[in-house]
C-alpha cells in the first residue's frame, strides 16, 4: 500500500494524478470522435500548431492558455474551411496548416536561442511543473468538453457518421465541426503540460481504438475509452515516479501496452467465434 | 460547362419518379439541389410551394446509396434510425420514451423489429436498405429521396426493396429515386424522367422508354423488347457480339 500512497506526500504528484485522470478522460472522450471521423493525424498536427501558437504568447507576452488556445482553434477552422471549401484532402490541409505554425514556432526560437529550454516542457510533458492553477484550467476545460458532448451528443453523432446525411436532415455540420474543434483545441492546450506535444496524439487515439476493439457499441466506446483513458493515465503516473521517466513517454507506453493485450484478446476472441461457426462436410 | 440546364420538375404529391440516365447526367446533382446541399447558379426550388432558400433543410427524408455507408462504425440499427429524429426537441444524449416507441414502429413497419439492437454491419443488403428506409420515414417527411437504392443488391433483394418502396407510395410517401436498372424501373415505377444534362423526357414508362427517347439520353442505340406484357431494355452491342467471337462455350470444370 505504501506503493500507493507514497508519492501523493508530494504536492507536485497530488496534482499531476488531479491533472492526468482529467486529461485522461478528456482524450478519451474526444478521441472517440477523432477516430471515427478517420482523423487521427489532426490530434499530432493540431498539437504541433498549437506549439507555434504557445511560442508566440510568449513572445508576445500573452496568457498562455488564451493565445495558444486561440491559435489551435484558428488552426483547426482553417483545416476545416479549406477541405470544405476546396479539393484539398483532410491530410494534405493538415499538413500545411500545422507545419507552418510549428514552423513559426522553431522559428522564433531559433531567432531568440536565450529561451530554448522552456519549451522543453510543452514538447515532451513535464509533471514537475504542473500547478494548482494548470489543474484549475484543466478542469474547467473538462467540464466545458463534457457539456458540449452530451448537449451536442446527437448532432456530433448523426455528422461523424454521415456529414452529408446529417446536413440534409438539419444538422447545422459547419457549427458542430467548429465547436468540436474547440473543444479539440481546448483539450490540446489542457493535455500539453502533462503529454508534450510530440505525445498527445498517441494519447487521443490509443484508448478509442483499444475501446473500438473491444466493443461495437457507440455509447461503450465512449464510456471505455474515457475510463480506458483514465486508468492508463494513472498507471503512466505512478510508472513516471518510480522509474524516473517522463510522464509523457509512460502515459503513451501504458496505453501502448494495453492495446497490444486488447489486440491479442481481440484475435483470441474472432478465432474462437470462427472456431465455432466452421462445420465440416 | 454546366452539369445541368434549362430543368423544369414538377413532382406531385403522392408521386413515386425514377430519375435515370447516364453517369455524369447530373442525376446525383438535381437529387443534392433538392436536398439543399447544393445551391443552383441560376433557378429556384420550391417544396410543398415553399421557396428553398440557402442553407434551409427542406422536409426531406434522404437515404443514401449503402456504398456511402461506413459499416464498421459502431452503431446498432436503433441507434441509426434514432438519428432520424434530430429535429425532435429532445436534448438528452439518450432516446426517450415517445423516440423509442416511434423507432419501435418504424422498425415494426418495415418488418426489421427484431433487429434493433443489431450492429449495422451485421445485417443483410436488404435489411440494411430498410434501417436507412426507416431513418428517412421516420421523421415524417413530405418527400422521400433515395439514391440509387438498389445498387449492389443481388436481384431478389433489389426486387423486395422495390415492391417496399411502392408499398409505402401506396401508404402516401412520395419518392424520387435514381436508378441506372431501366428494367426494374420499367417494371415497378409509374412515372420515370429521363435526365442527361436537361430532361429529355418523362412520363409512364410505356411513354418514355422508347427506343428514340433512350438513345437520345443515353447517347447510343438502345433496344427496347416487350415479352409477356413486360418491358427489358438493353444496349445494342457495339461491333460484334461476344459470343459470335467465341463459338464453342469453353466447359468449366469441378476439381
Known sequence: MDILFEPFQFEFFRNGVMVSLLVGALCGLMGVYIVLRGMSYIGHGLSHAIFGGAVVTYVMAWNFYLGAGLWGFLAAVLINQTVRRTRISADAAIGVVTTASFAIGVALISRYRHFTRSFDAALFGNILGVTVEDVQVVALVTLVVILIIFFMYKQLLFTTFNVEVAQVYGVKT???????????????????????????????????????????????????????????????????????VASGATIVLVQATVFGLSLVVSFAQKRAARRLTHTHI | MPVLENVSLHLHRGQFAALVGPSGAGKTTLLKLILGTLQPTHGEIYTHGKLLQNGQA???????????????????????????????????????????????????????????????????????????LARALISNPDLLVLDEPTVGLDIQTAEMILVLLAELNRQGVTLLMTTHDLNAAAAHLPWVICLNQKVVAQGAPEDVFTESILSETYQGKMMVFIHNGMMFIQQKPHGHHYRDLVPEPVPGEIP
Open chain 1, 174 to 244: 459547419e457549427w458542430v465541426d467548429t465547436l468540436f474543434s474547440l473543444a479539440l483545441a481546448a483539450t490540446l492546450i489542457a493535455s500539453m503540460q502533462i503529454l508534450g506535444v510530440t505525445l498527445i496524439a498517441a494519447a487521443l487515439v490509443i484508448p478509442a481504438i483499444t475501446a473500438r476493439l473491444l466493443t461495437d457499441s457507440f455509447n461503450r466506446m465512449i464510456i471505455l475509452s474515457t475510463l480506458m483513458g483514465m486508468l492508463t493515465n494513472l498507471a503512466g503516473m505512478y510508472l513516471s515516479y518510480y522509474i524516473d
Open chain 2, 58 to 132: 427542406p422536409r426531406v427524408g434522404y437515404v443514401p446509396q449503402l456504398e456511402t455507408v461506413d459499416w464498421n462504425f459502431p452503431v446498432t440499427v436503433e441507434q441509426a434510425v434514432w438519428m432520424g429524429q434530430i429535429g425532435n426537441k429532445n436534448i438528452w444524449p439518450w432516446m426517450n420514451v415517445q423516440e423509442r416507441q416511434q423507432v419501435q414502429v418504424m422498425l415494426e413497419r418495415l418488418g426489421i423489429a427484431g433487429l434493433a439492437k443489431r450492429h449495422i454491419r451485421d445485417l443483410s443488403g436488404g435489411q440494411q436498405q430498410r434501417v436507412f
